[in-house]
């Protein structure tokens, strides 16, 4: 399990950082997309106190899905460009090692992106992000939209439009996601909150709901890989 | 790696591939032997590429059998992978790595022991020591290629595939691979390259073959 597994994916990991911290192509233009909507969206909305609670979620997770989808584009295009693709697939690795490797790191890159724009947002949009429902919303939406987005890049990336087809492909299944993470921010930043600190209704419904999607894209997006990947 | 005691190099029977409904290979079959070094010859499109994907693994067949060193190429997929080092037109090299991290990161793919020695043995081997921490990107079209070889050379392979190897190498670079190869094909593993070049290919090979219309013709003991 150590050797098949773990090593080669530590390797894939290892190989992405080091290639992002040299380049520097995927987390500075995702986070200067990010910053641009945060920016645009607070001068042009005019988000005063009494409309935070109904705008702020949305803005805050356009420039997420957007800046975290920007990033994920890249994901295999490098793979393919350089040759890098057909150099894991001829290598003694399980298909699985190779697309968790990647999904962990997209997952790492967007979590960098969201840590950065979520304080941004929280000072221009005036909310407080301190909140450990919200975290769980962030942590487990990106997992979901991290596990799906990198199946999607694969895919995309052996198409001439790739821009085009990573979100008309993707979108659509990252949806339920997507709405769960609004809905659970909503709640949050207009303190819906119960005496443990976990939010109301919203929260309590969508939460596991989003764990449950993040389950099942982690079962399927391997799986589906390991067959799109042999053409 | 050891040769498995029994079964040949590549085994391959009614191998079928086609795209867009239009074969490329056809019913074709092959057999290589251990220590031999095969080369085929084809003109632009007759499928030499594609024969030397399929039999690494990358493209699948649409229909056939592919053993190689007595692995089920799609049943026992990891074990035969292991077995085969590639060199192609692409290098499978990334730019912004050193050529230390680029064969360090595939050394690690594949789990090999002593891998700090492995590596500078390998650099040492294609006469790049002296760049072994320079970025990819800085080399020249043929060092890339030197560097390739290294990374295919890397895990002990017992079958090579090489597509046009000697593209893009100087005359001493040609040589060095050259003795390389042979002294490869010594030690009981076994070659399969594509080339342009009849003089190179019939004076580094054992065994010759053409492929047209899909299947291996001409196929016999180079001069």
Not at chain 1, 84 to 97: F, H, M, N, T, Y
Not at chain 1, 164 to 180: H, N, Q, S, W
Not at chain 2, 11 to 34: A, I, Q, Y
């Amino acid at each position: 399990m150590r050797t098949r597994f773990l090593r080669p994916l530590a390797a894939l990991v290892w190989k992405d950082l080091l290639l992002e911290l040299r380049s520097r192509d995927i987390i500075v233009s995702a986070l200067m997309f990010g910053f641009l909507v945060a920016v645009v969206f607070n001068f042009a909305l005019n988000v005063n106190p009494q409309r935070v609670t109904e705008l702020a979620p949305g803005l805050l997770w356009v420039a997420f899905t957007f800046a975290g989808t920007m990033a994920m584009s890249r994901a295999f295009v490098r793979e393919r460009e350089q040759g890098g693709l057909e150099g894991l697939l001829q290598a003694p690795v399980s298909r699985d090692a190779i697309f968790l490797g990647k999904a962990l790191v997209n997952l790492l890159f967007m979590l960098v992106i969201e840590a950065a724009l979520l304080p941004i947002f929280a000072v221009l949009l005036n909310f407080s992000a301190f909140s450990l429902t919200l975290a769980a919303a962030i942590l487990l939406t990106t997992l979901g939209f991290a596990t799906v987005g990198t199946l999607f890049s694969a895919i995309a990336a052996q198409t001439r439009s790739r821009e085009v087809m990573l979100p008309a492909l993707f979108f659509p299944v990252i949806l339920p996601v997507l709405i769960g993470a609004v809905e659970v921010s909503g709640a949050v930043i207009a303190g819906e909150t119960d005496s443990s600190g976990w939010g109301g209704g919203a929260t309590g419904r969508w939460l596991p709901l989003i764990a449950v999607f993040d389950a099942l894209f982690l079962v399927i997006c391997p799986w589906v890989f390991s067959i799109i990947v042999e053409e | 790696m050891a040769n498995p005691s029994s079964g040949n190099a590549i085994d391959v029977s009614g191998l079928e591939k086609g795209f867009d409904d239009l074969p490329v290979l056809w019913d074709l079959d092959l057999t290589l032997g251990w220590g031999e070094f095969l080369v085929i010859f084809g003109a632009n499109g007759s499928g030499k590429t594609t024969l030397l994907r399929t039999l690494s693994g990358q493209t699948r067949p649409d229909s056939g059998r592919i053993r190689i060193a007595g692995f089920d190429l799609r049943r026992q997929a990891e074990a035969a992978r292991r077995r085969i080092g590639v060199v192609s037109h692409s290098g499978f090299l990334y730019d912004d790595l050193t050529c230390r991290e680029n064969l360090s990161f595939y050394g690690r793919l594949y789990s090999l022991p002593d891998l700090k020695a492995r590596v500078a043995g390998a650099l040492e081997r294609v006469g790049l020591s002296l760049r072994a921490d320079r970025r990819v990107r800085s080399l020249s079209h043929g060092m890339q290629k030197r560097l390739a070889i290294a990374r295919a050379l890397l895990h002990q392979p017992s079958l090579l595939l090489l597509d046009e190897p000697e593209s893009g190498l100087d005359r001493d670079s040609v040589a060095a691979l050259a003795a390389l190869l042979q002294e490869w094909t010594a030690a009981g593993q076994s070659v399969v390259m594509t080339t342009h070049n009849t003089n190179l290919g019939l004076a580094w090979a054992s065994r010759a073959a053409t492929l047209a219309g899909g299947r291996l013709g001409f196929d016999r003991a180079a001069a």
